[in-house]
């Protein structure tokens, strides 16, 4: 069967990844740093690399069924299967292994992702079954650097943050937080108590801090635009897999 989506034609790239011609040949180029180029011991690839990468994020930004995506590269469902559980390992976030820059400041939120899989996933405030994925970004570039091992949607994010591992990602960095992460290491809003109301001077500090905080919303907003984080049919660890290639592609898209 002939293919209709080629990485050969930029349009599709812009469409499906979100990417220049220049940022698309960079995440390519990581994955063929990390060996997706290499033959998988099996059956020979039907697709060069840069298509292989295109129909991860097509199918990340669609969220279609491998039947319906295998023949809009002209290939199989069971070939566009083993292209995603081959390729989407190698596009995600590295893990922060260095302590942070001078004046870094992070920002941590959690987001519901609605997901199939119960093993990762509980009835949640969105009155679905969801995850619970904790993120953190960087305030000043906008650039996401860690993204949390998926937990129930029911769980509080305080006790989120330290049980999905996004908290080793902090290093010496300052972190913004909302109410919910009371009693972790995030700085919060100030919040009155009964008879002390806040002072002008608070109030002028958590309108400061709440329009930090508004950044990481955006993000979320951003990563979203890719429809396997409103409805992940991925079980085990296939929402974040997804979650971290998707915040490969949304840094390399601010990043220029």
Not at 6 to 20: C, I, Y
Not at 26 to 45: E, F, I, M, T
Not at 188 to 217: G, Y
Request: aromatic share 6%.
């Amino acid at each position: 069967m002939g293919a209709v989506v080629t990485a050969s034609e930029p349009g599709w790239v812009g469409l499906f990844a979100g990417l220049g011609e220049r940022q698309f040949r960079r995440l390519v180029g990581l994955v063929r740093r990390r060996g997706g180029g290499a033959p998988s011991g099996g059956r020979p690839w039907g697709l060069p690399l840069e298509d292989r990468v295109l129909l991860v994020a097509a199918y990340w930004r669609t969220n279609l069924t491998m039947r319906q995506l295998g023949p809009l590269f002209g290939i199989s469902k069971s070939a566009a299967d083993r292209v995603i559980d081959h390729i989407a390992p190698l596009l995600a976030l590295a893990p922060v292994r260095r302590r942070h820059p001078a004046g870094t400041v992070l920002i941590v939120d959690g987001t519901l992702v609605p997901t199939r899989d119960r093993s990762v996933a509980a009835s949640s405030k969105n009155y679905r079954y969801s995850t619970n994925l904790q993120v953190i970004i960087d305030a000043n570039s906008r650039l996401v650097v860690a993204v949390g091992r998926p937990l129930p949607g029911s769980r509080h994010d305080a006790r989120a943050y330290g049980e999905s591992g996004v908290d080793q990602a902090v290093k010496n960095a300052p972190l913004l937080g909302d109410g919910g992460y009371r009693g972790t290491a995030a700085l919060i809003p100030h919040w009155p108590r009964p008879n002390r109301p806040l002072t002008p001077e608070q109030e002028a500090e958590n309108t400061v801090h709440r329009r930090a905080r508004a950044r990481v919303e955006h993000a979320f907003s951003r990563m979203k635009t890719y429809k396997i984080l409103r409805d992940c049919r991925l079980r085990g660890d296939g929402v974040h897999q997804a979650a971290l290639g998707i915040a490969r592609i949304h840094n390399l898209a601010l990043a220029g």
